[in-house]
């Protein structure tokens, strides 16, 4: 299992969390998301076949892109 925390800047409240939850949980192999509206941050947990990647192209996807 791969574990990993995101820096997501356009994150502004729990509902934002919530979107993104519902969306990286319907990637095969996600197990686990939690998000923390107030450092913008979302943790998450996977296996395969979700990749680092995918999960950074579903984040970009639903305009809550990921911070370098």
């Known amino acids: ?38 450092d913008k941050s979302i943790t998450v947990e996977w296996n395969a076949p979700a990749t680092l990647e995918k999960i950074l192209k579903m984040l970009k996807e639903i305009n809550f892109p990921a911070a370098s």
Not at 7 to 36: A, Q, R, T, Y
């Open 1 to 38: 299992m791969e574990k990993k925390t995101f820096s997501v800047p356009n994150i502004n409240c729990g509902h934002c969390v919530m979107s993104i939850k519902n969306e990286l949980s319907e990637l095969k192999g996600v197990s686990k998301v939690d998000g923390n509206p107030a």
